[in-house]
């Protein structure tokens, strides 16, 4: 009965939307700009998973080959923006991204 | 058998979410998102996206993740954060409404486009069911022959990368004596 109900595309499409909108949440609420990173990580998957689904649903798989490609400059991206935090921490310890604001006028 | 590994997997992906966002200590949010990682490769697995599952345990719960708590580590930032600080009068609510509102919107484009999700010729269904490694054999023609060039323009990003955060986080000690 309850195997017989299986589980769509929209199902997984879903599961990102929310996903990604946990992540916008989190990237607005968090002041740790290494958190704030961590939740823009949940908003690339959230995409991923919905690449991976469509591609599942299409039998395309130029989906998955976009998910190879995203994970690929997601790990370009985290060395890149873990540099430029450790570089702003170094000066001041305990920064949140409210402390940022140098290049204000 | 598959409503249960979806369930299941989707309890991680959001149950570990909502720790990235809520937890105050950074280290625990690094742990949150290794769930939330490891619920995303079960459903990549269960879509039969082997290759991309281990990829993604292997560079994002692997690397990233250790990363992250390298720098926590190496800067000492380890010791929760007072969550109760709201900056901006109101900053909450409107991040939830828009947040919310994202979430809502993509959920209806979904909800009313599902009609129009086309079944495809069923190519990848017949291949990943005739043996276990012609999802990687297929992902691995379509990378190394229609998007090569795609590929080799991420080897030097990469490239760029690394030399960028080396420039960026050396400590230059001799600037300014004219060396």
Redesign the interface.
């Known amino acids: 009965m309850?195997?017989a109900?299986?589980?769509?595309?929209?199902?997984?499409?879903?599961?990102s939307?929310?996903?990604?909108?946990?992540?916008?949440?989190?990237v607005?609420?968090?002041?740790?700009p290494?958190?704030m990173?961590?939740?823009i990580?949940?908003m690339l998957?959230a995409v991923?998973?919905s690449f991976?689904?469509?591609?599942?649903?299409?039998?395309?798989?130029?989906g998955?080959?976009a998910?190879?490609?995203v994970?690929?400059?997601?790990?370009?991206?985290?060395?890149?923006g873990?540099?430029?935090?450790?570089?702003i921490?170094?000066r001041r310890?305990?920064a949140?991204a409210?402390d940022l604001s140098g290049l204000r006028g | 058998?598959?409503?249960v590994v979806?369930v299941l997997a989707?309890a991680m992906?959001?149950g570990g979410?909502?720790g990235?966002?809520t937890r105050a200590n950074?280290v625990h949010?690094?742990m949150s998102?290794v769930l939330?990682?490891f619920g995303?490769a079960v459903?990549?697995v269960s879509?039969?996206?082997h290759?991309?599952a281990a990829?993604?345990v292997i560079?994002?719960a692997g690397?990233?993740v250790v990363?992250?708590l390298f720098?926590?580590m190496?800067?000492?930032?380890d010791e929760s954060?007072d969550l109760s600080?709201e900056?901006i009068s109101k900053?909450?609510p409107?991040?939830?409404i828009?947040?919310?509102g994202?979430?809502c919107i993509?959920?209806a484009a979904?909800?009313t486009g599902?009609k129009n999700?086309?079944?495809?010729?069923?190519?990848?269904?017949s291949a990943t069911l005739e043996s276990p490694d012609s999802?990687i054999r297929?992902?691995a023609r379509?990378?190394f022959s229609?998007?090569v060039f795609?590929f080799e323009i991420?080897s030097v990003?990469?490239l760029?990368?690394?030399v960028?955060?080396v420039v960026?986080?050396r400590r230059i000690k001799s600037l300014g004596t004219g060396k």
């Open positions: 309850l195997s109900i299986e589980p769509t595309t929209s199902w997984y499409l879903i599961l939307a929310v996903l990604f909108g946990i992540g916008t949440v989190g607005l609420v968090r002041r740790n290494l958190v990173f961590m939740c990580e949940l998957n991923n998973l991976v689904a469509l591609a599942t649903q299409l039998s395309n798989i130029n998955q080959v998910v190879f490609f994970m690929v400059v997601a790990a370009a991206e985290v060395v890149v873990l540099g430029i935090i450790v570089s921490m170094r310890t305990n949140t409210d | 058998m598959e409503l979806f989707a992906v959001l979410a909502l990235v966002v950074p949010a690094a998102l939330t990682l995303i459903m990549f879509h039969n996206a290759f991309l990829v993604q560079v994002y690397a990233i990363l992250f720098v926590i190496l800067l000492g930032v954060e600080i900056p900053q909450r409107l991040a939830f828009l947040g919310g994202l979430m993509i959920i979904v909800v599902r999700f086309a079944s495809g010729g069923g190519a990848l269904e999802n297929l992902l379509s990378i229609t998007n795609a991420t990003l990469l760029v990368a690394v960028g955060t960026m986080a």
